[in-house]
């Protein structure tokens, strides 16, 4: 290890990001390097699908930080460039460009990339780069007709934004509700009925058989013209994780409490990572903004802490996620998919509601529609249960 060994941050995600920044915080002295795949500066992701064909996509718009804020920091971002190679006993990384760089501590924040099923054909546009974004609102407003498969919160985001501009919009979901994996079925019930009262045509139950770029065919032998976006899910990167020994299993790269890997002077952070869900104490990863933040910050303190040599922290903050559309906020938090009673207080019909989900042991999620500040304290309850801070 070099005089110059610091630490090295792989992917430059929120995850990546909020990393650098608290290491930094927290006096960690050494050099900080981001090393990201996309060229360009740390983003905000979430301005891509929010309102994607109204979204102002500039970089000066969308960059977590100012170029000067990363230089007052003594952060180093190098955009554009890949990590070929790391060898963990000598405990350095080999850059695309044919750099070498020594590290004390590395962070793996790879996130992911989307899922591309055999029917899915090659020129299908798919969201996760701003580089996407923008071919995929160039194609929209060329053809006037979008068909997006797969109904999860990116997919109805797109999907919203492009009816809300006038576009013609046909989401195919193959499960019997939309955002069946983070709402219960009364709120999926309430998201569709927006979507279908804003001029959209929602499918459940579709089966995708083709999908080329300009229009799906299902398995009932029927066809949908337009754009095709793909928002399926997510695959994690663990590649670089697997090539170094890092166990990966549970479909990312596994973590223990402090987000520590089971390769010393290695961490991960960020959509990629499986880490102990606090409410249920199974093997999960997160997929949202918050997740990746969240984890970004502990990850930092944990390195702090570990070369302190002092008690690190434990990662334990209650998921939340959120979305809007056609003006409708709606908060997640908790698991409200779980198993337990449903409750819904007042009126999704009128879009201002909570619904909660409470098991023997206490309340376990929670979704609100119009009332963002009740979603804060609902997550604090759910935290409180566990013995956490928020």
Request: proline share 5%.
């Amino acid at each position: 290890m070099t005089p110059t060994a610091g630490a090295v941050i792989v992917g430059s995600g929120v995850a990546g990001a909020t990393a650098a920044q608290t290491l930094r915080a927290e006096g960690f002295a050494g050099p900080v390097t981001i090393v990201g795949g996309e060229p360009g500066l740390p983003y905000r992701r979430t301005a891509l699908s929010k309102d994607l064909l109204g979204a102002d996509l500039r970089p000066d718009r969308i960059s977590l930080l100012k170029p000067a804020a990363w230089a007052d920091k003594e952060i180093e971002i190098l955009g554009g460039t890949r990590v070929l190679d790391v060898d963990a006993p000598r405990r350095t990384v080999d850059l695309d460009d044919g750099t070498t760089l020594a590290y004390r501590v590395l962070v793996l924040a790879t996130g992911g990339q989307p899922i591309r099923p055999a029917w899915l054909e090659e020129d299908v546009l798919a969201l996760r780069t701003v580089g996407d974004a923008e071919r995929i609102r160039s194609a929209i407003n060329s053809s006037g007709a979008l068909v997006v498969i797969g109904g999860g919160l990116i997919g109805l985001e797109l999907a919203a934004s492009a009816a809300a501009a006038g576009h013609a919009v046909t989401v195919l979901e193959a499960a019997d509700r939309v955002m069946n994996r983070v709402v219960p079925p009364e709120v999926s019930e309430f998201v569709e009925s927006l979507h279908r009262d804003n001029g959209v045509d929602v499918r459940c139950g579709s089966r995708v058989v083709r999908a080329g770029a300009d229009g799906v065919e299902l398995e009932d032998g029927s066809t949908v013209r337009g754009t095709v976006v793909a928002a399926v899910g997510m695959a994690p990167e663990v590649g670089l994780a697997a090539g170094v020994g890092v166990r990966v299993s549970d479909g990312g790269i596994v973590v223990d409490e402090a987000l520590r890997t089971d390769v010393s002077g290695i961490y991960a952070a960020g959509d990629a990572v499986v880490v102990s869900d606090p409410l249920t104490g199974d093997p999960a990863r997160c997929e949202h903004w918050f997740g990746a933040l969240d984890q970004g910050a502990v990850v930092a303190r944990s390195i702090i802490a570990d070369l302190a040599g002092e008690p690190a922290p434990v990662y334990a903050e209650v998921p939340r996620a959120w979305t809007v559309q056609y003006g409708v906020n709606v908060q997640i938090v908790g698991r409200p998919t779980a198993a337990g009673e449903v409750l819904v207080d007042g009126s999704l019909a009128e879009r201002s509601a909570t619904v909660t989900v409470t098991g023997p042991g206490g309340l376990l999620g929670a979704v609100t529609v119009g009332r963002a500040a009740a979603a804060r304290t609902l997550r604090a309850q759910i935290a409180a249960g566990l013995g956490s801070a928020v």
